[in-house]
């Protein structure tokens, strides 16, 4: 059984530009959720993703958005990047009969200059 | 909206020592409750979890925590620390519903130092 996978590990990218981060999640799993955590901050919930249809979204712009897969993969694209999208964003995915059992990749940092 | 503060941000203790990690939650009933760690470059492993019953939960890595209702409070303990303890932990709340269980409002963390 794998688990969580995200890439890139880490990415570089400059204001104004577009970025997409990737996530495979753990097999059998059929939800996808993405945190973004800025440095010395908790995890902040970005959106979920069931059966390809998003499923909740926290207090972020619409340049955020993802896609989920038939194969539960998703993705997470930012717009426009800011300063303040430097951050480590981490992908988590659980199954629908057992939402409380959720597993986290190891995040992909994503740095804006 | 739920919140959940965490008011030590780093704590350092003596190996051997025992632990305590304050967590206090708001939310108008009772939602679930987790605790998580992070170690550096590593992604949050979830440590333990309440949803009801018995408000004292067991969790992995030799791990307790109580939930008390009254003092809205969730706090993570650990009768002896070891060095491989050292990390972040953060404590985390859901609505206590299963269709919103996984969309997780985080505290901010506590940075935990163990000395030898």
């Known amino acids: 059984e794998t688990g969580v996978t995200q890439s890139p590990t880490h990415l570089i990218k400059t204001r104004g530009q577009q970025v997409t981060l990737r996530c495979s999640s753990q097999?059998?799993?059929?939800?996808v959720s993405w945190y973004q955590q800025a440095l010395g901050q908790g995890p902040q919930f970005i959106f979920q993703?069931?059966?390809?249809?998003?499923?909740g979204r926290g207090n972020f712009p619409p340049r955020f958005s993802g896609l989920q897969f038939p194969n539960y993969s998703s993705e997470l694209n930012v717009n426009a990047l800011e300063l303040d999208d430097s951050a480590l964003y981490l992908c988590?995915?659980?199954?629908?009969?057992?939402?409380?059992?959720?597993?986290f990749g190891p995040g992909t940092r994503l740095t804006v200059t | 909206a739920q919140s959940v503060t965490q008011p030590d941000i780093h704590i350092t203790v003596s190996e051997g020592a025992s632990l305590e990690l304050r967590c206090n939650y708001s939310?108008?009933?009772?939602?679930?409750l987790f605790w998580y760690v992070q170690s550096p470059g590593q992604g949050l492993q979830l440590l333990l979890k309440y949803f009801s019953g018995d408000t004292l939960v067991q969790g992995i890595k030799g791990f307790e925590a109580e939930f008390k209702r009254s003092q809205s409070s969730f706090n993570l303990r650990k009768p002896s620390v070891h060095w491989s303890d050292a990390a972040e932990y953060f404590c985390?709340?859901?609505?206590?519903?299963?269709?919103?269980?996984?969309?997780?409002?985080f505290g901010t963390g506590t940075r935990l130092q163990v000395t030898l």
């Open positions: 985390a709340v859901a609505p206590g519903d299963t269709g919103t269980a996984s969309k997780l409002t």
């Open positions: 988590a995915s659980s199954s629908r009969d057992r939402t409380t059992e959720q597993y």
């Open positions: 939310y108008g009933a009772t939602p679930y």
């Open positions: 097999s059998g799993h059929n939800t």
């Open positions: 993703y069931y059966r390809e249809e998003e499923n």
